[in-house]
């Protein structure tokens, strides 16, 4: 059984279009999380939601919005995407605060 | 702001000890990590000590705290192949505002 799993694994879009990301978690978290990882490994944290509530906001810009329908899902919104966005995006849930667990990631490439 | 630095590669033979090194800012920490993640893979927690606490070992990692120097390193006995990988310090205050490292690259050389 996956724990925190995403789609999808690779994506693919030209430079203006919209996408999400999707993210589920069945470990009954309370908390999610969006972190981003450049290619030079470097990991940020974008967003956590607590019980639907947007708890952490780092200063990512407004194009990308969480969007979390149920405790268990957690989904990223990416509006008018650039170049700069192409990264691998993780999707995270912790219940315990020492223990997170990611998801496989989404490989983001813009063109 | 918080900051964690990590030196971001490291080579050892099969079967030596592995001493990965981490510092951070943050003195209000009270969560200290370590990760792995093996390529085209998400981060895995390897393991975790409070702040409160100096040594953490579990089999093969120990993880030591210096929190006077906010020194944190993770030893990994007879290290294998299987383990070379990127290992990420982060730290938390309470599982808030997570702040990871840039990674330590480990190549293991057969």
């Known amino acids: 059984d996956t724990a925190v799993s995403q789609t999808p694994k690779y994506l693919v879009t030209q430079m203006g279009n919209d996408k999400s990301i999707k993210c589920e978690q069945n470990?009954?978290?309370?908390?999610m999380y969006w972190y981003k990882q450049d290619s030079k490994k470097f990991l940020k944290i974008m967003f956590s939601y607590n019980n639907k509530e947007l708890i952490i906001n780092e200063t990512v810009p407004n194009r990308f919005s969480p969007k979390s329908p149920d405790k268990a899902h957690l989904n990223l919104h990416i509006n008018s995407l650039e170049l700069g966005d192409s990264a691998v995006y993780f999707c995270?849930?912790?219940?315990?605060?020492?223990?997170?667990?990611f998801g496989p990631g989404t490989r983001l490439t813009v063109t | 702001g918080e900051d964690v630095e990590q030196s971001l590669f490291l080579s050892v033979r099969e079967g030596d000890s592995s001493v990965i090194n981490c510092t951070y800012t943050?003195?209000?920490?009270?969560?200290l990590y370590w990760y792995k993640q093996e390529p085209g893979a998400g981060l895995q927690l390897l393991t975790y000590?409070?702040?409160?606490?100096d040594m953490k070992q579990d089999q093969r990692l120990t993880v030591l705290l210096n929190k006077k120097d906010k020194h944190l390193s993770l030893r990994i006995a007879d290290t294998q192949t299987g383990d070379s990988a990127i290992y990420f310090c982060?730290?938390?205050?309470?599982?808030?505002?997570?702040?990871f490292g840039p990674g330590t690259r480990l190549s293991v050389l057969p």
């Open positions: 995270a849930s912790s219940q315990k605060a020492y223990e997170q667990y």
């Open positions: 000590i409070f702040s409160n606490m």
């Open positions: 470990l009954g978290h309370d908390t």
């Open positions: 982060a730290e938390s205050m309470k599982g808030q505002n997570f702040v």
């Open positions: 943050d003195s209000s920490s009270t969560y």
